[in-house]
């Protein structure tokens, strides 16, 4: 059957086969490939981030400048998260989680070269940061899709969580290190180009260990392979038969892609999936706002408010970044075990109320309080950016599970590229700090109470079974 003939019921039993194999060596490695990508994702946007200030000081950048770098980032990243994640519907997960990547070297290569040769200005810097932008975006819909597809219901939580997130904030943590070792050794032009070159090598590495994935056998039986779909399967399960486990038989279950839960399409998904989509838009907004503004306005709060060197900013941020890491492991294994909305309410809640009350006391502690205060608050903030993405791609049916991502991380992205430019004018002053804080804070308590509100609880679903609303 063509990719062009439509595809309405399907009877498989491959869905559940997945959904009942035992984890083996083949799942980590689908986490460890998949992920990776993600991994270069976090590396990607840390490593101007990080460099912000030397970034800064190169190219002769405002505070305005120097605050939209990220932002126009995320532009790119809004147009292909949208465009690419609908392209991993229709074309397949594997097609776009290959193309997004070589997006993402190609604009990793020429930001290197140009700052080595000393070749770039801000108009170059910020079209080239967009480019890679783009290919980031549509490494979400494809990869995270890829992932939930792959991995069985019972631990899928974990899997997502610590394949988006924890890898995605040690590739920030490897970016900060690299960009601080780099700056301490080379003259500053060559040291922040090097670092971009760093993220190309990943890249390629990642790249040659993709090209013996398979395609998502979920995405394979809404084209109507059934064939194809089942030889993955069955390629599985004898990893798991030759450790000598019994694999018990499964029913199995009809998939209706003509109008059933499984089907897709953005009238779909703006209609039966309406308030599913709402939901996943504003967790993405409420989350981008605090993650990004750690490469935007809390390195500028070190640098101008309380003066510190912008060559260890890269260090400081490494620090943040770690303790996102642990969030993110954390609250991903909580949402295998109380559930999707305890997991994310609590990740949002705690975050925001304590972004609050570091606004309120900031001026009355020590820079080392405040320090230590920062690094707990991105604790949740890395963890919320982490815990709804499981949830986020199991609302949504197969056929459509590339563009919904798309479209909330796309719509998502707003936040990050709003709030550099919103919170830019309190930059300067410790007074400043209170409004930055306190805004930030009541974003992240709007993400907790629209979960609350209509967050459906999906723990240890089939996503066949999680899509049905």
């Known amino acids: ?15 559940p086969r997945l959904d009942r194999v035992p984890l083996t060596t083949w799942h980590y490695y689908i986490l460890l490939i998949l992920g990776s990508g ?6 990607s946007v840390s490593v101007a981030g990080t460099q912000l200030g030397a970034i800064l000081k190169l190219l ?5 400048e120097a605050l939209s770098v990220t932002p126009i980032f995320l532009i790119g990243e809004l147009f292909g998260a949208v465009i690419l994640g609908h392209l991993a519907d229709t074309r397949g997960r594997k097609l776009l989680f290959m193309t997004s990547l070589a997006i993402i070297m190609t604009g ?9 040769l000393r070749g770039l200005n801000y108009y170059s810097l910020v ?29 899928r939580g974990l899997f997502t969580g610590t394949g988006n997130a924890v890898l995605f904030d040690l590739g920030g943590v490897v970016a900060s290190l690299v960009a601080s070792a780099l700056l301490s050794v080379l003259p500053i032009s060559t040291a922040v180009g090097t ?13 040659i260990g993709r090209i013996g994935l398979p395609e998502s056998p979920r995405f394979l039986l809404s084209k109507g392979k059934s064939e194809e779909a089942d030889k993955i399967a069955r390629a599985v399960e004898e990893r798991a038969e030759k450790k000598g486990i019994k694999l018990e038989p499964v029913q199995p279950i009809e998939m209706d892609f003509s109008k059933g839960s499984e089907a897709g399409g953005y009238k779909r998904l703006f209609t039966v999936y309406r308030n599913r989509l709402i939901l996943a838009w504003i967790l993405n907004f409420t989350e981008t706002w605090p993650y990004y503004s750690a490469f935007s306005v809390i390195a500028l709060i070190l640098t101008k408010v309380f003066l510190f060197p912008s060559s260890k900013v890269a260090l400081l941020l490494a620090a943040i970044t770690g303790a996102g890491v642990v969030g993110v492991f954390v609250m991903s294994w909580a949402l295998d075990i109380i559930g999707r909305r305890p997991a994310i309410t609590l990740s949002y809640g705690l975050g925001g ?4 009350i570091i606004g309120i006391i900031v001026k009355s502690i020590s820079f080392s309080a405040f320090l230590a205060l920062l690094v707990l608050l991105y604790f949740f903030v890395y963890a919320a950016a982490g815990v709804l993405y499981p949830q986020i791609g199991e609302m949504f049916p197969t056929k459509a599970r590339g563009s919904a991502m798309g479209t909330a991380v796309g719509f998502g992205r707003l936040g990050g590229i709003i709030a550099p430019f919103a919170l ?7 007074s400043g700090l209170l409004p930055i804080f306190v805004i930030t804070g009541l974003v992240m308590l709007v993400g907790a109470v629209a979960e609350i509100a209509v967050g459906p609880e999906l723990k240890k679903k089939s996503l066949e079974e999680a899509a049905k609303v």
């Open 108 to 116: 990793d290569v020429l930001v290197g070269i140009l700052f080595i």
């Open 38 to 43: 993600l991994f270069l994702e976090g590396f």
């Open 353 to 356: 109320l304590l972004s609050i």
């Open 60 to 64: 002769h950048l405002t505070t305005v």
């Open 424 to 430: 830019a004018a309190y930059v300067g002053t410790i």
């Open 195 to 207: 670092a971009f070159l760093v993220g190309v090598v990943i890249a390629v590495a990642i790249y």
């Open 127 to 155: 079209t080239l940061r967009a480019v890679t932008g783009f290919g980031v975006g549509g490494e979400f819909g494809a990869s995270i899709s890829a992932l939930q597809e792959f991995t069985p219901a019972r631990i």
């Open 1 to 15: 059957m063509s990719d062009e003939k439509p595809v309405e019921k399907v009877v498989s039993d491959v869905p």
